[in-house]
Every structure is written in structure tokens, then in C-alpha cells.
């Protein structure tokens, strides 16, 4: 199957029930940045981490403590399909929430899938979303760390004084051009500068690649 870069949006759920299967750290991460969203979050699990435990203690979560049923897509617009080794599985749940009209993610299983989970950097309100089209997920998480190195607190402390600042503009300068105007001259001289750094086994997979690639011309 040929890596299909799909087509990027952020899905708004606040509100809505999103359901989780599984119990283990995958689907507690998962639980927590829905929660942080403002999804209403169901997990269907027979067993739950000490996190999870916790969230459906506190009644943050919804627990089921039992093995997916299909009544459970009726109501969630969204499912995460945190069980891994169990292709078969994964392949069900789609056909299951294509014929309910649900999306679905199914971790390690993109082929199974109806949306991508990409790697998201948070800093402030800032979001980054990084995906290699489910091609190279572990670069993602490379990168994600990278890039949470970079993104600081001063980034984050930025990103909330320029939505200040848009604010004021916005109570304070009706003519749309000179508010534009005025936040382009708070972003002047941002840049974000970076240069990859290329592990050495790429490096010299490339030099083999330049030699195979003169020989042939010559």
C-alpha cells in the first residue's frame, strides 16, 4: 500500500465522545491529550494502567471494563485503537466504524486506518504536527523531541504575547490592513533557524548511492 500523505485538519471534539480502546500507557497518553481537548473519553478495556485507573476513578474517563462491542461506535465520532498485534482486529474495528460513519486510528496499523496520528509538539498554544505519511513514525518522535528542545518557554511566552497583542488590535484598530501591518512588524526578524544532522549510517548509504549513481553515467 502506497503512504498516502492524507489530507491535514485539526478535528474539533470538544464535547464529543471519542472512544479508546485498550488500557495500557498508548491509550492513558491518548486519554489525556483528548481530555485536554475537551473530548468526552470512553475506554473499553478489561484492564486498566494505574493512570487510567485513576481517570475513571476521579470520573474523567468512562470506563467499560470488558472487550470492544460494536453498540460502543453509536455515539463517538472519533475511535483510537491503542491494541497492538492484533491485525485482525484492527482491520474488523474499520470496516466496523466505516459502516457507522466513524473515524478510526489503529496504532501500528495505518492500512487500518481512516485518519493518521502524527507526532504534536505543544509549546504555549503553539502545535506542530510532524508525520512521514506512517513511512518513518520513529523520525517523527526524533524530531518531536528536537523540536520541543527548541520551542522553550520564552517560545511559548511569545506565541501568548503575540495573541495579546492580536487582541488589542483588534478592540483598539478597526482598518483590517493596519492590524495586519502591526503584527507583521511584531514578527519581524523571526526566524526559525536549524540544520539536520544526519546520522552516519545515512551518510555513508549516500556516498554509495553517489558512486553507484557516477559509475553508471560514466
Same mark, same amino acid.
Given at each position: ?19 479508546v480502546?485498550g ?25 486498566l494502567?494505574?493512570?487510567?485507573r ?8 468512562i ?48 492500512e ?15 502545535r ?12 517523527s ?13 520564552e ?6 504575547? /503575540? *495573541? ?8 483598539? =484598530?478597526p482598518? !483590517?490592513?493596519?492590524? #495586519?501591518?502591526?503584527?507583521? &512588524? ?5 526566524r526559525? /533557524? *536549524? ?8 551518510? =555513508?548509504?549516500? !556516498?554509495?548511492?553517489? #558512486?553507484?549513481g557516477?559509475? &553508471?553515467?560514466s
Open positions: 500500500m502506497a503512504p498516502n500523505p492524507g489530507f491535514p485538519i485539526v478535528l474539533d471534539v470538544k464535547g464529543w465522545t471519542v472512544l480502546i488500557g495500557d500507557e498508548e491509550a492513558a497518553e491518548k486519554a489525556q491529550r483528548l481530555l485536554e481537548a475537551g473530548a468526552k473519553v470512553m475506554i473499553v478495556s478489561p484492564t494502567n494505574e493512570t487510567l485513576s481517570l475513571a476513578a476521579s470520573g474523567k474517563v470506563h467499560r471494563g470488558r472487550h470492544f462491542r460494536d453498540s460502543d461506535l453509536d455515539h463517538a465520532i472519533l475511535v483510537l485503537n491503542t491494541v497492538r498485534g492484533d491485525r485482525d482486529f484492527a482491520q474488523i474495528l474499520l470496516a466496523r466504524a466505516r459502516e457507522k460513519r466513524v473515524l478510526v486510528w489503529s496504532v501500528d496499523y495505518p487500518a486506518s481512516s485518519v493518521t496520528m502524527p507526532a504534536v509538539v505543544a509549546a504555549g498554544h503553539m506542530i504536527a510532524v508525520s512521514s505519511s506512517g513511512v518513518a513514525p520513529l523520525l518522535g526524533f524530531m518531536k523531541e528536537d523540536l520541543e528542545r527548541i520551542l522553550d518557554d517560545f511559548a511566552a511569545f506565541v501568548q504575547w /503575540l *495573541g495579546e497583542l492580536r487582541e488589542q488590535a483588534r478592540k483598539n =484598530e482598518d !483590517a490592513e493596519k492590524r #495586519r501591518a502591526l503584527l507583521r &512588524e511584531a514578527l519581524d526578524g523571526f526559525l /533557524l *536549524g540544520k539536520v544532522q544526519y546520522p552516519n549510517v545515512w551518510l =555513508e548509504e549516500r !556516498a554509495k548511492r553517489g #558512486r553507484g557516477k559509475g &553508471e553515467a
